[in-house]
């Protein structure tokens, strides 16, 4: 008696907090990205082509100036969310329920090799655990692999698959996401 207690517990826990199995037929995805310059945009919309994913942009609430990514400048507000990991700057509230997709890409500029500090934000006031998380970014030459290594160290906890560089083919992006 005290054993069939203890296994409906698991049962109730597990279902509480794990989503239950999805045939991939059901598997719904967004996209959810950064731009500063608009590469990431661009990049965003062939991926939103291949994947029939609708697409969120992320907006700071203070827009970046000119002056704020000028990474010459130690000063910059660039250069500081760099130096300082610990600073989120304040995003525009979206109006998307994550709750209805298991899949989300997150896209990016590479900034000082790893994802901007908004992305950052994003993370920290999103709900993602358990779901498949696709990061994408564009860069002048970093490898995505630097930013894959700072989102898994800094969100161990969530789901991440390898990240893509883009621009990529169609044939790369269709073998990305099935891996
Ligand atoms: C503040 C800042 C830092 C950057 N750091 C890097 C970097 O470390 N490596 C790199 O290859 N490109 C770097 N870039 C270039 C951008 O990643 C690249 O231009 C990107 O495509 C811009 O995307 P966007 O047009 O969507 O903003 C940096 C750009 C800015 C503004």
Known sequence: MVMAIAALLVSFTLSAT?????????MKSIIVYFTHSGNTE???????????????RLLPSEPYTAADVDWVN?????????????LRPAIKPLDVDFSQYDTVFIGFPIWWHEEPA????????????????YPFCTSYESPMSE????????????????????????????????R
């Not at 919309?45 to 697409?55: F, M, R, W, Y």
């Not at 130690?74 to 610990?86: A, G, M, V, W, Y």
């Not at 908004?118 to 998380?133: A, C, G, H, P, Y």
Request: charged letters at 30%.
């Open 118 to 133: 908004v992305i950052r934000t994003f993370l920290d006031n999103t709900d993602l655990k358990w779901k498949e998380l």
């Open 18 to 26: 794990e989503p239950t199995a999805k045939t991939e037929k059901d």
């Open 147 to 178: 930013a894959d290594a700072t989102l898994q160290k800094g969100y161990p906890d969530l789901k991440w698959h390898t990240g893509l560089r883009l621009p990529a083919s169609v044939d790369q992006i269709k073998e990305w996401i099935s």
């Open 42 to 56: 661009l990049a965003a919309k062939k991926l939103a082509e291949v994947t029939g994913s609708p697409i969120v």
């Open 74 to 86: 130690e000063q910059s507000r660039c250069t500081q969310e760099h130096l300082n990991q610990t």
